[in-house]
């Protein structure tokens, strides 16, 4: 389940209001939405150095260990889809290009499929850097072959991915982390000039519902206001609901 933008928005502007902090515009609020988002999103993936340093201190705690990667991987479903690649023989680059809708973040699983005659393979594709690729291809003694495939990426027309495999195969399956779509605000302009929620033309944050609160408080951070108890934030969905609910009645 989403994070609705609405509840959120909402949500800032009472604490904004209660602490006398002023006022965030939808323009601000979609620009610090879409800036929060993705750094809550990149956090699930800690660089090495952040690695070590979580082995170093908790070397007697595996359990603890495993259920942060497990806890990462429940919020990144969302944003596993299979990617859409078509095989684009007329580039100047010969290759497998993206031709689907979204930013993809990191190429996971790669099944290259050889239509060959009894039988048929559907074989896990290893990725290589360019350089590797080029020197693996060439050499007799290191060919791919339709078990053991092998691929490389480039950019192709319009800054596309692109992906070349060798052998050639009939049909490509990647399985990718996207992005986030970016989370929108849409409003109108009511009688006398206050912004009114359009519903139909928003967009929600794509991130689990379970970073609400967090997103919340890294709104505000960027406001000036910093929050340390959750539940200060909790109460104030309450409220900010209860508040816009007697506005509309």
Do not use: H
Not at 6 to 27: D, F, H, S, W
Not at 53 to 68: H, L, S
Not at 122 to 132: K, P, V
């Amino acid at each position: 389940m989403a994070v609705n933008i609405n509840t959120v928005y909402t949500t800032v502007l009472y604490i904004l209001n209660k602490e006398q902090r002023g006022y965030v515009t939808p323009a601000e609020f979609n620009s610090l939405a879409v800036q929060v988002q993705e750094e809550i999103f990149n956090s699930y993936f800690p660089d090495g150095n952040q690695l070590n340093r979580f082995n170093q201190n908790n070397q007697q705690n595996d359990t603890e260990f495993f259920n942060m990667f497990k806890d990462t991987a429940y919020k990144l479903y969302p944003f596993e889809k299979n990617a859409e690649f078509t095989y684009n023989a007329g580039a100047a680059i010969l290759g497998w290009e993206y031709t689907g809708v979204g930013t993809i973040y990191k190429l996971g699983e790669i099944i290259s499929t050889y239509n060959t005659t009894n039988p048929q393979y559907d074989s896990i594709t290893q990725l290589a850097s360019q350089s590797d690729f080029s020197k693996i291809t060439r050499s007799n003694l290191t060919a791919p072959t339709v078990q053991y495939p092998l691929c490389t990426t480039t950019t192709g027309p319009n800054n596309s991915v692109l992906i070349k495999v060798s052998p050639q195969p009939n049909a490509l399956n990647i399985n990718c982390l996207f992005n986030p779509t970016s989370p929108v605000w849409a409003f109108t302009i009511g009688s006398v000039g206050q912004y009114i929620w359009n519903s139909g033309g928003s967009t929600n944050f794509e991130l689990d519902v379970s970073e609400q609160t967090n997103i919340i408080t890294n709104i505000l951070k960027y406001c000036g206001i910093i929050i340390n108890d959750p539940t200060i934030i909790q109460t104030a969905e309450v409220q900010a609901q209860e508040v816009s609910a007697n506005e509309k009645s």
